[in-house]
């Protein structure tokens, strides 16, 4: 069965690093999206992609965070400057289509970021 | 007032019990409503999308309520497998973010 995947499976850094989290989303899917978890709280919903560009993104996706598809199969996350409170578990989710057409996002396992 | 609240336990019951949980969410507007499942340190994963007539599968029933903005699981003959986080998810329709709930812990003991 085809799943999205994720890398590393875990990444410690030091404050003030950058960071990319790298992400294989199911092959034929068009949607793109990170979400992230803070241990032992709520999924954080990040951004979602769509044909190259953000269409959405939430208040925590600051100028620090950016998203990429540098080719057709990765998507990834980078964080310029990262800070303690970074520091979460990175989901990242694709889908064929748009919710709103009954399509669902799949997650990968997640890279869990520790900011020393 | 939280987007989507939960009770985040947690339940505990022996195999074989009933046991629901519910959800309430804030914005009128939501068109879209799911249960997932989270495993301790894993990913969320789609138990089953929740349709306005309610819906089954297997053991696993959902209701909705629009009208008081709240959202039901039941699981019926719990198993030991059951043991996880359900996790109340809705979606406003305008776009494609999913809004978590906290999650609902139930461990299922023998």
């Known amino acids: 069965e085809p799943e999205v995947t994720q890398t590393p499976s875990h990444q410690v850094t030091q404050m003030g690093q950058e960071v990319i989290l790298r992400c294989v989303p199911i092959?034929?899917?068009?949607?793109f999206y990170w979400y992230r978890q803070i241990l032992g709280q709520k999924v954080e919903f990040l951004v979602s992609?769509?044909?190259?560009?953000?269409?959405?993104k939430s208040e925590i996706f600051d100028d620090q965070f950016s998203v990429e598809r540098p080719d057709g199969s990765n998507f990834t996350l980078k964080i310029r400057s990262t800070k303690l409170e970074d520091s979460a578990m990175y989901f990242c989710?694709?889908?064929?289509?748009?919710?709103?057409?009954?399509?669902?996002?799949?997650f990968g396992p997640g890279t869990r970021l520790t900011v020393l | 007032r939280k987007e989507v609240e939960q009770d985040p336990g947690p339940f505990n019951v022996p195999e074989g019990a009933t046991v629901a949980f519910n959800c309430t969410y804030s914005?009128?507007?939501?068109?879209?409503f799911f249960w997932y499942r989270q495993d301790c340190r894993k990913e969320p994963k789609l138990l089953m999308s929740?349709?306005?007539s309610g819906n089954e599968d297997g053991r696993f029933t959902a209701q909705l309520n629009r009208a008081s903005q709240y959202i039901s699981l039941l699981i019926r003959d719990s198993k030991l497998s059951d043991s996880a986080t359900y996790l109340c998810v809705v979606n406003t329709g305008k776009t494609d973010k999913l809004i978590f709930g906290t999650g609902t812990r139930l461990q299922v003991f023998p």
């Open positions: 092959s034929n899917h068009l949607y």
């Open positions: 992609f769509y044909n190259n560009e953000i269409s959405e």
């Open positions: 929740v349709y306005s």
């Open positions: 914005n009128s507007a939501s068109q879209s």
């Open positions: 989710a694709s889908s064929e289509g748009p919710l709103a057409a009954y399509n669902e996002q799949f």
